[in-house]
C-alpha cells in the first residue's frame, strides 16, 4: 500500500481511500497526497476542502482517480 501512496504522491493524482475513523467506522474519501512516511500520510481532502492526516494502519484499500491535479507548496 505504501507503494501505491508514494506512486499517487509523485505523480500527482489523486486517489480514493477507504479507512477506518477514530471511532472504528468506516470512511471513504478522495484525497490529494502530499506526503508518505511509513505511519502516515498527510493530505489534501477533497471532500472537506482541508489538510488531514491518515494513519497507514487505518487505510484499508486505495484506488487510483483519473484525473491529475497539480499541487502548491
Known sequence: MIKQLDKAWKEKRPIEI???KKDDSISQRTVLVYRVTD???KAFCLRKKQPRIFKVDSILAVSFKSKSFKLYA
Open 39 to 41: 505511519t502516515y500520510i
Open 18 to 20: 477507504v479507512y477506518v
